[in-house]
């Protein structure tokens, strides 16, 4: 073994339990001679399949491209995981001068002309090959990543479409990063008994549990950008002046002046967009990124999302009124802004259900909630977790499960890392330590799912809104889409599917979160113990449209404006205040509502092109989760056997080995419909 390999710990073997990464050996240095070691092994496997002098066959060229770079994917993961859910300026300083060469590594693979030779060689001759349909569906797969990624351009083009995906790489890294530097640099503090005014118990205890994480005083209470802060601070302050200072600090994230200016870096990652739609002979990028969705054009996007905009708008002025009715009633000024809207909405909510978030949240501990998904993985899919002490993970909040079937074997490892910190980007998602795949006679998945809760004080339960147990679930049915794959080949397996249909598997998941069954065995006092009163579930469930036409606008009016903006033709000049701002007005997106994200921190679009001109994926399924939760209701029962059965075969265990549509058509047992969606949303 040489220095290099016994010094690094991301090259040596890893006999570690379950096969992990060496958490506690690793430090932020290691990285860049890893990968010096990685790529070029990589590579070297690379030129290796295209040197063959044997003819290409599936086996020698598709299925040995399938199983090359296994060193190179386990660092890749683990260095993905880190910088997202526990950074450190060394690792961003690593991130930053890797992101050009992972790129560009990327870049040789894909534009390897000995390697596409062969590949596309096979794809010619494809409908003669014998092949069975998961292979003829990798075949298809891999030719068209190849193509996307400049394979089939002219010499001259594939150098400088090399050029732009470096380059890309660089910005988009910029850009999490700035929006990381101004969401941990923002703290407000809420320094006397006024400035708390409104805020329940547990607010309160957050406020100060995130007080004391930055190593503020005892007593001291303060609010972040944070969703699982700031957004109930948004809704229970009674200082207005207090809600909008953090309206607006979570609207300028990265658009100030300087150093963390998100503009000048989407600006250019626009044009380089642009460029790269134009080598490859689209007129504009969202026609270039629609190729490979569902959709397959913007005009099936605008037609989506333009069943919900306009309604959602005219329903949205009738709740304004009553907004705005209630406002007066509280001698608030009018008319309302929009960091009003959360907390005039919980007044309305609670005058006209008589319910109260701050009533619901006692029975949401989180442990209480983990335990409810589990128990609902167990009764659909037959699986069970079980929590694992003592193993080194990536930080001290993160926990293990063991994932095992029926029969009891081990089918898989799950991560909960569920609280906010200042090392962590914002949001919600769920990532992989390891793939599912049939390699080397089965690899078993590592998924972790990350969340933004509020920390509670030490020893206190931590509690969740109804909505954070929806994001809750949402992102552990991304996570059981890892989990139980059953693909033989990895880049067909777990959650690498079409973008407009990654997010079935997580949002049908949220359905079992409301499910009055669940709720009755899960969601109990966190001190007492007590079942959540039947009274309660009954104004859950008469409030569960309440303010859906604000929850609509604030999610459509990104996805309108994410897909006009790269829907702009090839050379055009992106000046991003201005065209939000066309946007708006053209919209006509109500200023007292505003947008969930604005495009300087829009991470979605601009920390990687995977939701570019793809924002609408969610409501895109939405309409096929809402249809196919329906088979459970009309079923009568939501654990229904034969249909779980269905939903585990077809949705969770299938992952990307046959069209998505046929996929659903196999579950569902035809084509999805609209209306339940619309329906679900209050918009029909």
Known sequence: MSDIHAANPLLQDWNTPYGLPPFDQIKAEHFVPAFEVALPAHLAEIDAIAAQTAAPTFANTLAAFDESGRLNSRISLLFENLTASETSPALQAAEIALAPKLAGHKNAIYLHAGLFARINALYAERSRLDLDPVQLRLLERVHLDFVRAGANLPPQSRARYSAVTERLAALSTQFTQNVLADESGFVLALEDEAALAGLPPFLRASAAAAAQQRGLPPGSHVVTLSPSLAEPFLTFSDRRDLREAVWRGRVARGAHAGSHDNRPVAAEIMALRQEQAQLHGYATYADYQLIDRMAGKPEAVSALLGKVWEPAKAKAQEDRIALTEMARSLGQPTPIAAWDWRYLAEKVRQARYDLDDAELKPYFALDNMIGAMFDCARRLFGISFVEQHGVALHHPDARLWEVRNREDALIGLFIGDNFARA?????????????????????????????????????????????????????????????????????????????????????????????????????????????????????????????????????????????????????????????????????????????????????????????????????????????????????????????????????????????????????????????PMLSKRGLI
């Not at 049939?438 to 078993?444: E, N």
């Not at 777990?494 to 009055?516: C, H, K, M, R």
């Not at 006092?525 to 609509?552: N, S």
């Not at 090839?570 to 007292?592: H, R």
């Open 423 to 675: 090392s962590k980007r914002s949001g919600a998602w769920m990532h992989i330590f390891r793939s599912q795949s049939g390699h080397a006679g089965g690899t078993l998945p590592i998924v972790i799912n990350n969340n933004n809760f509020a920390q509670a004080a030490e020893g206190v339960a931590a509690l969740l809104s109804f909505d954070d147990v929806r994001t809750l679930f949402h992102e552990f049915g991304h996570g059981l889409h890892g989990l139980l794959s059953q693909v033989k080949y990895e880049r067909l397996a777990g959650t690498q599917v079409l973008q407009d249909y990654v997010e079935l598997p997580s949002q049908i998941f949220e359905n079992w979160a409301e499910e009055e069954a669940v709720l009755k065995q899960h969601a109990r006092h966190y001190q007492t113990g007590a079942a959540i009163p039947t009274a309660l579930l009954e104004k859950l469930k008469r409030a569960r449209q309440f303010d859906q036409a604000w929850a609509t606008i604030m999610y459509a009016g990104p996805a309108l404006i994410d897909m006009a903006l790269h829907s702009l033709p090839n050379g055009s000049v992106v000046d991003l205040d201005a065209f939000e701002a066309q946007q708006c007005e053209a919209l006509g997106i109500p200023q007292d509502i505003g947008q969930r994200h604005y495009l300087s921190h829009f991470q979605h679009l601009f920390a990687g092109s995977d939701y570019a001109a793809g924002y609408y994926v969610y409501m895109w399924a939405e309409v096929l989760d809402a249809d196919a939760y329906n088979a459970f209701i009309e079923a009568g029962d939501p654990f229904q056997p034969a249909i779980a059965e269905r939903l585990q075969k077809h949705i969770y265990s299938s992952g990307n080995k046959q069209d998505p549509a046929l996929a659903f058509r196999a579950f569902r047992g035809r084509d999805p419909k609209v209306e």
